[in-house]
């Protein structure tokens, strides 16, 4: 079966990486490969329910050094629909407590040999020092308020799923986008696929720098709303801010929830986003959150065929490399 | 193997429940049916110790808002024997710090193609909410003070193991019957199957109440003590009392352990339960916890045969289901 | 595959022992079963990057009572290697805070048909009292201050890959030998092979007491170094340590720490390990961590061997004393 699955599945050779670290850095090309990769893998599966063991006999890891519940699930299930034993790592466990460096925990469980090793912590570039010093393969499973590319990668995938092409669509990011590592990240992915990108939300957590990239900003959500073909309505991150970026919770929903009323004023055929977890009242209202614009766990189930095809090329490529290096035949096919 | 496993299995006509959220709903017929299923798995299974693949790729989810060692890990096992695959949620890695609702977070939890999710919660009803939200099946490992089905089930399961046949049998139960979801679940279970049920305990944590339902109450073990076939000794759970409801611990003990001077005074065969973790020297002392009348550990590994039984049933259920509603072959047999 | 597998690799006769408690204990023969088991494996397995399902069919159980990362991870990972199924219990989770005793804890997982125990535990000998209670195996993954066998078999088996043989061989522990159980478990295996032992450091963490065990005891690693062909550093325990065993850890490192002019005055082909994890600057510098006499990442990667080597030696020896016990077939082959 492991056979048929790789006959099945060629590793791309428009995919070279070794490591998945942002989407800034990639081509348009790689960001393809990474999006049909994930559907095909979609398709193929039953829609992730089923199991295509091409990863079988390999070890993913998860490095968390902040909290997470549903992306480290989902790389774990990920890692598990593909075959891949999976070892997790949470940093209240870790050596990190008794003097070890981050790189030593990350070498020494490297000497473990994993494969893969899935990465989330609290400073930006963490994961991008991470693969300058191991040879195993990296995935940034987000790095503080830098990226978090396979956030952004399932939320192009569900517009892509839902529309058919993401190109010349005007897609909005609402809220906190100066804390957001998924809002950086779906900029620079909407971007290179062609998207109008604006960002909307306070002054205090917009920056106009970002027009700098081709990106429209905007204060006020109901002056673009009309616009609009996706909202992708960020979580206001109270963990991540030190200072008060606006005065009251409710003034914030007032100005930017999306409700029932504002949904009168959008698009037939808005979609309505979110990374999740939501907080209902506060970003979203209930009725728009389980309406029928709402694609909010079609992104989650979305997450892990975009997760599986991650592991899946970087894993592909670094056994590449190895083999190049070798100058003989893979270690295990 | 996944295939002869199926047929050797057939899944029973007379269950078709998506859930397993109390035992107080089921009839007669749909506990017999989880009770031979559980004894046949630990028949076809060496007693639970070889794997039968019935739910091969398939995931299962413990979603669990209170601590727990051995549930979640006994149906993690039974996962396990069964060859799928689990995820572990618990309530401090989780997102409803966050602000997320306990709705939303099992939703998320579903949408990455959870087919059971197995669930804990302080508060009563709590499964039966989550299943009124979810296409999965849902199993209630102990929600509050009301239920803990699998628990009940492995209990009654030692008893009928042991003697052949639940009816007839005096069963006492004896303790915090205020406070235990595990007496709850027995009560509703022994009653259907035709046992005498006695709750025994000090009366400010034993309801006059349960009379109405064909129970006995007691006030005093050693009144009761020379009728009782089974003794199912429940542990004083202090950390869900926010008063005192008895003088000392000694005095609990004095009146309501099970030590060698009752047992001299009980029936010959009287059998000794208890659902752990035991306080050794408050309601069980060990010579009788560690003697030959004890089944206290046979409770465990059938615990295993029990959950095995009950996530088996409602995929089976949830799979015909699904069938039945995209009128065509299911999406995994 | 399974019958193959076990075709390729007998259990030894050479090996009767149902559990690995410590080094102090076995005999030479035992000693070198572990460590060839070791090697065959890492080979059989490309470096432990393979599968070989010997024990399919068969649940690992980690009980730690304390954290860890790298010692759970490794006995995680060796147990999937070996198509073994895991589960973790953790003290914080466990029901110990229930009132249960550790002994009630560890029979309820056995009863839950866990093959293999793997312990670690605070107290000295507590793996040992485990293994009088239940009839799976044990192993001691570090009790206290007291033994860590698969560590000791570690340091042994990088020893004897890099050098061929341990007998005639210099080694020097330096550092916390009073706190280190590592330390105890290298000087007896080291001892029974033949090497030469010393233990140096301050003398506040080094006591005379060794020498009746025909180990040499140094104060000054200056005086030793030249003879030195091995040095294992330990690490300063700070957690252990009640009171102050030396003036600074400034003082410390300039009398003790390894560095780039202790490696110029030491054998041009020295040995430099560390069981980790590492404290850079305290008892060892950057340059020589990562240097070319540095087996430290080695020592990880073996860990993994002799891992899979124990469980898989104490879960074949289980079976055949079952076997006889039920003067039958055993349970399964």
Known sequence: MSRDSAEFMPHPDTWTRRDLLDLESLTLDELTTLLDTAFAFKQATDGCRRKLPLLEGKTTSNLFFE?????RTSFGLAAKRLGADTVDFTASSSSLSKGETFIDTAKNIEAMNVDVMVMRHHTPGAPHLLADHVDCAVVNAGDGTHEHPTQGLLDIMTIRETRGEVRGLTVA????????????SNIWGLRKLGAHVIVCGPSTLVSRGWEEFGVEVAYSLDSILPRCDVLNLLR??????????????REYALLYA??????ARAKKDILIMAPGPINRGVEITPDVADGPHSVILNQVTNGLAVRMAALWLVAGARDKLRQSICRGPAAHG
């Open 173 to 184: 990011l609402v809220g906190d986008i100066a804390h957001s590592r998924t809002a950086r």
């Open 67 to 71: 909290n997470s519940t549903r992306t």
């Open 236 to 249: 206001i991150q109270f963990e991540r801010q030190y200072t008060r970026p606006f005065p009251s919770v």
């Open 258 to 263: 999306m409700n029932a009323d504002r949904m």
